[in-house]
């Protein structure tokens, strides 16, 4: 059972080369912390840096108690710095954002209140201006109608990184590969029904380079087709294998028996022209949907044999700065 937050707000923030911009962004995070009187704790999550982005964090951790920091060994990419910062936090609300300073820590205050006093499970932000070249916004808006068409999900902008989450929903679903592109809909099909959307602040790069390439699109597009199987079939793989599987087995089944009848009867009664199995394709054909049907009942079975094993991923941690080990 999870402990009950010991904190108003925990924010998660995975970080790649982002040195210049992190000593902003904290002291930003802390102002609007201390203005609106939150208890809160920033989870600075290091994912394989190669400049000197954490010794920045244990700077900033000696700087204010509040901010934390995790570092990978290796990079391992946004989910599972994501997936790891959420298993560590305290916060009864949770947010994530870029370290960038794309995202703007001032709307930390109208993401919490619509977390605790409107009820909402996710609260996912809408840049709905924004500063990014034609390269990016049009695959985006591509992405996003695809996405909201195949999720029923009506959002926006479903890969902003600024989010807000009730701890329930941070507890509950797990993200890994390239995931993180569709957190709402894991939520979803988590059961957390009740997401929303708010318009925030985009603003100009500051420091550095994006770290996505147009290739992530491509990528989404694939990761929300395999997100949708298994939502729907992880926990009833034999549903979809064994269904399509027992149809090709009958189907095939059925050929091959019509075609011997088809050849004694001929042989018997010297009724047209005999035709011997070997030399009917369709016979083949039918054995051939008789192995794809036994396959894929077996695929089925052995889904359901490994579901039963709860799916766990450990991502090796260099060091850790204000957490407990």
Not at 214 to 223: M, V
Request: with cysteine.
């Amino acid at each position: 059972m999870d402990k009950k937050p010991t904190l108003d707000i925990s924010v998660v923030i995975p970080l790649y080369n982002e040195e210049e911009s992190l000593p902003e962004l904290c002291d930003w995070i802390h102002r609007v912390m201390i203005e609106h009187n939150f208890s809160y704790e920033v989870l600075l999550i290091d994912d394989g840096s190669k400049d000197g982005s954490w010794d920045v964090v244990t700077q900033l951790h000696n700087k204010y108690k509040e901010i934390k920091g995790i570092q990978f060994n290796r990079n391992y990419g946004k989910s599972a710095a994501l997936h790891t910062g959420f298993q560590e936090t305290k916060g009864d609300v949770i947010m994530t954002m870029d370290a960038d300073l794309q995202d703007s820590p001032d709307e930390i205050p109208d993401l919490y209140t619509m977390i605790k006093e409107e009820g909402y499970d996710l609260v996912s932000g809408w840049k709905k201006k924004r500063y990014d070249p034609l390269s990016k916004t049009i695959p985006t808006k591509l992405f996003n109608g695809v996405t909201r068409m195949m999720s029923g999900i009506k959002l926006n902008d479903f890969n902003c990184g600024l989010k807000a989450y009730s701890h329930r929903v941070t507890k509950s679903i797990e993200i890994y590969g390239d995931m993180h592109r569709f957190i709402p809909v894991i939520a979803k099909w988590a059961g957390f029904t009740k997401i929303g959307e708010k318009e925030v602040e985009h603003r100009a790069r500051q420091y550095g380079v994006s770290k996505f390439g147009l290739e992530r699109f491509i990528h989404g597009f694939l990761d929300l087709m395999s997100i949708t199987f298994v939502s729907k079939f992880k926990k009833r793989p034999m549903h979809f294998f064994g269904s399509i599987g027992t149809i090709s087995l009958m189907l095939s089944f059925f050929i091959v028996l019509y075609l011997i009848g088809e050849t004694i009867y001929s042989k018997w009664f010297g009724y047209g022209e005999v035709r011997e199995l070997t030399n009917n394709p369709s016979f083949f054909i039918a054995l051939t949907g008789l192995v794809i049907g036994m396959q894929l009942f077996i695929a089925g079975f052995l889904g359901e044999m490994i579901q039963l094993n709860s799916r766990s991923q450990d991502y090796l941690i260099r060091d850790k700065c204000g957490l407990s080990d």
